[in-house]
Each structure stands twice: as structure tokens, then as C-alpha cells.
């Protein structure tokens, strides 16, 4: 039993007395109580979306080329936190992304609506030639906009590290792992 809590322990960065619930609610079977971690977890994401976050550390990436480099400002509630490893190495991570993607806004709702309103012209230009029924039309344009979403903005994009999650799931885990508010305040990318 107490391999399996220190495994679940460094898997989701919970505490001992909730993998200890989350195994006895689950009769004992590690992924189901690794999936009631997981919900827990983003109950404290949740809980935390409305707490200032006034501390962070600023990471930076450089690529081995020197060519390319960029810089995050990853906001914490504590000091603490930002002195903390997991926490450096997250706001490393993102700068690293910013660099291998290239994101130009940080969420959908960054994305001036004038140049929405060009990508769905142009979708629907791209869906008419094409000649798809009207009843599914909606549907495609809106499918497009998602996937320049996961292109153009950093939250939406899938983490170069670990294809299985966004950078957006990657904060959100971070958050819940560490306890306190976790967000991505700016970022910026250089290139020569």
C-alpha cells in the first residue's frame, strides 16, 4: 500500500491523506483513484480561478541555434511557489513552446475580432467551393476556427513535451499539483 500512495504521490503531487481517501473510495484500484486525484485536482483549479496572482518567476528559453529565444511571465499567488523547482521549470517549459510554436495571443478571447471575422470569411469561402451541405456548414467553419485556435493561440496549443495535453491542461495540472493559482501573465518571442 505504501509504494502505491508514493507512486500516486509523484504521478499527481497530492497529498497523502487524499490518495488515502481516493484509494479507499475507490476499493483500492489505483487508476480509478488516480482519476478521482485528477477531478479533485481541477475542483482546486476551480477553487483558485478567482485568487490573485501577484508573484511569478520570469522564465526564459534560448535555442541552441541562438536564434531564436523567448521569455514568460508565469504568475503565482506566493512567493514560495516561485522560488519552487516544478514551478521554474513549468515557466522554462512554456518559453521553450513559445519558441517551437510561435503562438501570436495567449487565449481565444485575446484574438481581435476583426481577424476572426477574416478566418470564418475565409472558411466559408473554403466550405462553399467545396460544396457541403448547408446543414453542416456551421459545424465545419466552427471545427476550423478551433483547430486556428490550437495554431495561434498558446493556451489551446498542444505542449511539444507530451502531445496528450494542452499548454492549457499543462498550467490547469500544475495548478491543482502545487495548490495555488497558476497563470500565464505574458510571453514574448525573439528572433534573429
Known amino acids: 500500500m505504501k509504494e502505491i500512495i508514493i507512486k500516486l504521490r509523484k504521478q499527481t503531487g497530492a497529498g497523502i491523506n487524499n490518495i488515502k481517501e481516493a484509494l479507499e473510495e475507490s476499493g483500492g484500484d489505483q487508476e480509478k483513484a488516480l ?21 511569478g518567476w520570469i522564465g526564459s528559453y534560448i535555442h541552441a541555434n541562438g536564434k531564436a529565444g523567448a521569455i514568460v511571465k508565469l504568475a503565482c499567488e506566493t512567493d514560495f511557489v516561485a522560488r519552487n523547482e516544478d514551478f521554474q521549470e513549468l515557466a522554462h517549459d512554456i518559453a521553450m513552446q513559445v519558441v517551437a510554436s510561435s503562438p501570436e495571443y495567449l487565449k481565444p478571447e485575446d484574438v481581435p475580432q476583426e481577424i476572426l471575422e477574416k478566418e470564418k470569411e475565409i472558411y466559408a469561402e473554403e466550405v462553399k467551393k467545396e460544396g457541403k451541405p448547408d446543414n453542416i456548414v456551421d459545424k465545419i467553419i466552427q471545427g476550423k476556427i478551433e483547430k486556428f485556435y490550437a495554431e ?31 497563470e500565464i501573465a505574458e510571453f514574448a518571442k525573439l528572433e534573429v
Not at 40 to 55: D, L, N
Not at 159 to 177: G, H, M, R
Request: net charge positive.
Open 35 to 55: 482519476e478521482l486525484l485528477r477531478k479533485k485536482g481541477q475542483k482546486i483549479v476551480s477553487k483558485r480561478a478567482g485568487r490573485e496572482a501577484g508573484e
Open 152 to 182: 495561434t493561440c498558446l493556451l489551446k496549443q498542444t505542449f511539444i513535451k507530451d502531445d496528450s495535453k494542452t499548454i492549457e491542461q499543462l498550467v490547469d495540472e500544475a495548478t491543482a499539483k502545487i495548490g495555488e493559482k497558476i
